[in-house]
């Protein structure tokens, strides 16, 4: 874990910051909040204070309940009496973002006004600001000369991206890059080795639900969304996997820094399967790829008149393909969506039917996961155990799955 200090100015981009928060909580680290007053007039301490667990300061005048320790650290550490530095004493890397021309002009001036502030003038770990605001605030002179300054002292900046502002239709440098990207920056400043256990690894997410063409314009498809494969590729990501997503009708988009091919049949995904698993160590079969598709699509668009009869093929189990051509040391999770019953027999019964590693088994009667909602709760079953993962955000439940992945990598004697 590393100590993260996170400063808020006040901008809308602030709330990018609450995703960053989250991002650096669920890949383990504790993070401290400082906010400006003004931050507060964008998003809420309390948002904050749930996701990383710990209160938010945000005067120079206040107590520190935690007395300057991060989350999941035990007792006191600090013993500055007056205790409005130790949060900058005891971290490891301090992130500003978004800095606002504001905060970025009271920081290159020295200022100690605030929690904030004051805790950066007397950080001596790494200092990071990621600046967000309008494109002209940003190549103003003042702001440009008050970023050369703090660089000049060695504090680094990131650089914000391009594209559309909050100012309505206008485009311009200014945005937040996204918290993937300021994580690793982040990281990296705070020298945090544990960051990328899964660096040199290359793994493959199928995600999303197949369509079968009825004619040109319909398909016989399915309600899976993606979100849990998406969840997932993010969750390789941020442990250093080179992750290919394999996205069939996925309406939403990939995590930063995952390469995406998009797919429509089943036999596209079976295809684009085939290709990119033999260089991949880890599969991550999310993906709900149509079991049947019509015999024969019509070409041309079918009309109301008379009855349809459908007549449907099955299409292959991908799964069970790549299962049988697998090499040593590739790890393969299949997942199974089951409705009620003893669904974890059956999930039983389909890990050694599929041969895959571990089945990540849904309950899909439960309408409160699954599917389209952001929620899941599975039961991992593996041929030891069976591990019941309570009902979490798909991002948490990913998290789950990737640790007991690592702990069957750990235990074969074959994975590399
Ligand atoms: N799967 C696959 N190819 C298919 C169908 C499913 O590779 N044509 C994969 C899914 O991606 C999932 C696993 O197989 O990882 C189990 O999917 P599921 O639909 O639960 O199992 P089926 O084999 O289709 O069995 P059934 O529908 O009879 O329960």
Redesign the pocket.
């Known amino acids: 874990m590393a100590r993260l200090l996170l400063g808020v100015s006040g901008g809308i981009a602030a709330y990018k910051s609450l995703e960053f928060a989250r991002l650096a909580t669920l890949a383990g680290h504790g993070v401290r909040v400082l906010m400006t007053e003004n931050a507060g007039r964008f998003v809420g301490a309390a948002s904050f204070e749930g996701i990383v667990g710990a209160p938010v300061l945000v005067s120079e005048f206040e107590r520190d309940p935690l007395r300057g320790a991060f989350p999941g650290e035990v007792g006191e550490i600090g013993h500055d009496p007056i205790g409005h530095l130790e949060l900058a004493a005891n971290c490891d890397a301090f992130l500003v973002a978004p800095a606002s021309a504001n905060t970025i002009a009271k920081l290159a001036g020295g200022f100690a006004d605030s929690m904030l502030t004051t805790s950066f003038l007397a950080c001596t770990a790494p200092r990071l600001l990621a600046p967000a605001m309008n494109d002209r605030m940003y190549g103003d002179a003042a702001t440009q000369a008050n970023l050369a300054a703090l660089h000049d002292r060695g504090v680094e900046v990131i650089e914000p991206d391009e594209g559309p502002l909050a100012s309505r239709g206008e485009r311009g440098r200014g945005r937040l890059p996204d918290p993937e990207r300021l994580l690793a920056a982040v990281e990296a400043a705070a020298s945090w080795e544990g960051a990328r256990p899964w660096d040199g690894l290359s793994v493959l997410v199928?995600a999303g639900g197949t369509r079968e063409p009825i004619d040109p314009v319909r398909f016989i498809g399915n309600r899976s969304s993606g979100r849990m494969g998406i969840a997932l590729a993010g969750a390789a990501a941020r442990r250093g996997a080179s992750v290919t997503l394999l996205a069939a009708n996925v309406a939403l988009p990939a995590p930063a820094g995952v390469r995406r091919i998009d797919v429509e049949t089943?036999a596209d995904l079976q295809r684009a399967a085939a290709a990119e698993f033999p260089g991949s160590q880890i599969l991550l079969?999310?993906?709900?790829?149509a079991?049947f598709r019509p015999a024969a699509a019509s070409a041309a668009k079918l009309t109301r008149e008379g009855a349809l009869d459908l007549h449907l093929t099955p299409?292959?189990?991908?799964?069970?393909g790549l299962v049988a051509g697998r090499t040593p040391g590739q790890t393969i999770v299949?997942?199974?969506?089951?409705h009620g019953g003893d669904a974890v027999a059956?999930a039983r019964a389909?890990l050694a039917r599929?041969g895959a590693d571990l089945i990540v088994l849904n309950d899909v009667s439960d309408p409160r996961i699954g599917f389209e909602s952001a929620e899941n709760e599975v039961t991992l079953v593996a041929a030891e155990d069976e591990i019941e993962v309570p009902r979490a955000d798909k991002d948490t439940v990913a998290e789950a799955i990737l640790e007991r992945v690592d702990r069957l990598r750990a235990a074969s004697p074959t994975a590399k």
């Open positions: 199928t089943t079969m999310a993906a709900a790829p079991d299409t292959d189990d991908i799964l069970a299949g997942f199974a969506a089951e059956r389909k599929k």
